[in-house]
T-cell receptor, first 112, second 113 residues
């Protein structure tokens, strides 16, 4: 079955710097890759997603890139702010008949 | 519009007991899936239902079961609770079936003592 790895497990950056979180997946049939942000004690919230027919997607300070050949995708956050501090999860889905496999998460701390 | 709603939000059960967790999807969403999130880990898929039929099952024992009702709400049942079942149980809904964007509810925190 699908396996999703995520690095780093923890990441500390200074406010205003950029943060990059990387995920790799094992099943080349995976075609949909969402990213979720989870604040302490809260539900995971979708922040951005990308499908396999697209190489990059951007939404204000957040962007996701996908390399299907290498089977990895990355989350990029620019101009980080303290409110970006949370745990970020990547996920992969093969599509119909399958469901989401999540990575183990990255705890991002943005230091003022 | 209301998001995904789950109940109860917190509960404590004793080993061997049974628990039922409930979920109402976002209005217009016909698919509900359940995930278990153990502290410090990512969500792990348990079940998905679409149009009241089971469309996917994760690697969980038969003590876990679920169903979806005609109004698309769902319940997750866990029998013979073990200490290791302590986790946040997340319900997520999507417009269509597997492979579509899912939106999570706030979850039900289950503690087994």
């Amino acid at each position: 079955g699908e396996n999703v790895e995520q690095h780093p497990s923890t990441l500390s950056v200074q406010e205003g710097d950029s943060a990059v979180i990387k995920c790799t997946y094992s099943d080349s049939a995976s075609n949909y890759f969402p990213w979720y942000k989870q604040e302490l004690g809260k539900r995971p919230q979708l922040i951005i997603d990308i499908r396999s027919n697209v190489g990059e997607k951007k939404d204000q300070r957040i962007a996701v890139t996908l390399n299907k050949t290498a089977k990895h995708f990355s989350l990029h956050i620019t101009e980080t702010q303290p409110e970006d501090s949370a745990v970020y999860f990547c996920a992969a889905s093969i599509g119909y008949g399958q469901n989401f496999v999540f990575g183990p998460g990255t705890r991002l701390s943005v230091l003022p | 519009d209301a998001g995904v709603t789950q109940s109860p939000t917190h509960l404590i059960k004793t080993r061997g007991q049974h628990v039922t967790l409930r979920c109402s999807p976002i209005s217009g969403h016909k698919s509900v899936s359940w995930y278990q999130q153990v502290l410090g880990q990512g969500p792990q898929f348990i079940f998905q239902y679409y149009e009241k039929e089971e469309r996917g099952r994760g690697n969980f024992p038969d003590r876990f079961s679920a169903r979806q009702f005609p109004n698309y709400s769902s319940e997750l049942n866990v029998n013979a609770l073990l200490l290791g079942d302590s986790a946040l149980y997340l319900c997520a809904s999507s417009v269509q079936g597997p492979g579509n964007t899912i939106y999570f509810g706030e979850g039900s925190w289950l503690t087994v003592v």
